[in-house]
C-alpha cells in the first residue's frame, strides 16, 4: 500500500490517470517482489501492471493470467485482470490502449516513464521497505554462501563454464535466479572487466562474478582465487584495489552524497598508484530491483538514505573487490554478502600516513573496513 500511495500520489502531481509497468524490475519493484518474465535474459515482461487512481489491473495472455494473479500479486488486492488469448493480433501496448482509464497515461520503459512521473526516481526515493530489508539481507546471506562453496571447490584444468555451472547451481539450490554469472580464469582477469565464461581452462588464477535475484532483488558479489601463492604484484593489485572498495563503503551512509562516494573512489585509485583504473569500468552504485538503478559518476548528486543498497565494484587489471551493502542507522552499512570462512584484509581509509623517523609508514585515524582476500588454494 506504501508504493500505491506513493504512485499515486506522483500521478496526482502530474496530472495522470496511471502508469503500466512493463519491465521485469518495474513490475517486481511494484508487486514487492512479483515475477512478470519467462525468460531470464529479458528486460520487458510477458505481463503488465497497471496502476491508476483507483484500479489496479495485469494485462497479460491467457498463457500467464493464471498464474500471475495466483502467485505474483503478493498480497495486492482488488487487481483486475485484463486477458487475452495468445493468438490474438493485438499487442499488449494495443489491449491497454483499448481501456478508456488508460488515457492519459505513462508508460514505464526500461528507462523510466516515457512521460509523465520518473518511477526510477521514484523507486530510489522510497528506499527499501521493512520488509525488502529483510529479504534483502537474506539474499545477501544466500549469495555470498553460493560463491563461496563454488569458489573453493575450484580445480586447476576446470573450464570456466564449469565453474560457471556450480556457481548457478549452487544459487539454484537457494532458490536464486542468476542474472548475471562471469568465470575469468588467468589472464582474462587482466583483460575482461565483463568476463562471460569461456571454455577456457583454470592454470593459476580465476575471478566469479555472481548477480542472484529473489524476490526480485538484485545482490552482486565477486571472489577471487589463486591456486598457491599470489605474486607480490598480484598481492598489491588486490590490496589496492580492496581499499578502494573500503573508501567507498566507508563513505555509505545516511546523508552522504554519491558523487561524494565516487570522488572518494577516484581518489584511492590514485593514492594507490593506479590513478585510470576508474576509467576502465564503472564503479557501481544504487542496488535493488535492478543490479544497479544507477551508476555513480563524477558530480552525482543522488543522497544516500537508510534501507537503500548499494554495490560498489572497482577494479584493477587481475583483480576486483564486490559485495552489496544495505545503509542503516550507523555511519557505517551492513554488508549483506559476506562468505563464511572467506579470508579477509583490514583496509584502514579516511586517515592520514605519516612516516616516522625510522621512516616506517603508519596510518593514523581514519576506519578499518574489512575486505575480501584473494582466497588461496593448494597448487
Known sequence: QLKLNAIRSALTEAGLKGVLFQTTHGFSWATSGGRNWVPLATTVGVAFLWVGLDNVAVITSNIEGTRIMREEMNGLSNVELVEFNWYDPKSNAEIIADKKWAEPGAWETDEGPVMGPKLDSMRIKLGLTPREVALYTALGKDCGVAIGKAAKECKVGETEYSIGGRLIAQCAALNIDTVACMVAADDRMDTCRHPLPTSKQVASRVML?????RDGLIASVTRCVHFGEPSEDLKKRHLAVAHVD?????????????GEVFKAMKDEYEKQGYPDEWKLHHQGGMAGYKSREFKAMEGSEQTIQINQAYAWNPSIAGTK????????????????????????????VGGTVVTTSDGTKMHMGGIVVQRPDILVLPA
Open 209 to 213: 562474478v555472481l548477480c542472484g535475484r
Open 246 to 258: 573500503a573508501a567507498a563503503i566507508s563513505c555509505t551512509y545516511s546523508g552522504g552524497n554519491c
Open 321 to 348: 573487490s564486490e559485495d552489496t551493502v544495505i545503509v542503516g542507522q550507523s555511519m557505517e552499512p551492513v554488508i549483506i554478502t559476506e562468505t563464511p570462512g572467506w579470508p579477509k584484509l583490514n583496509c584502514n
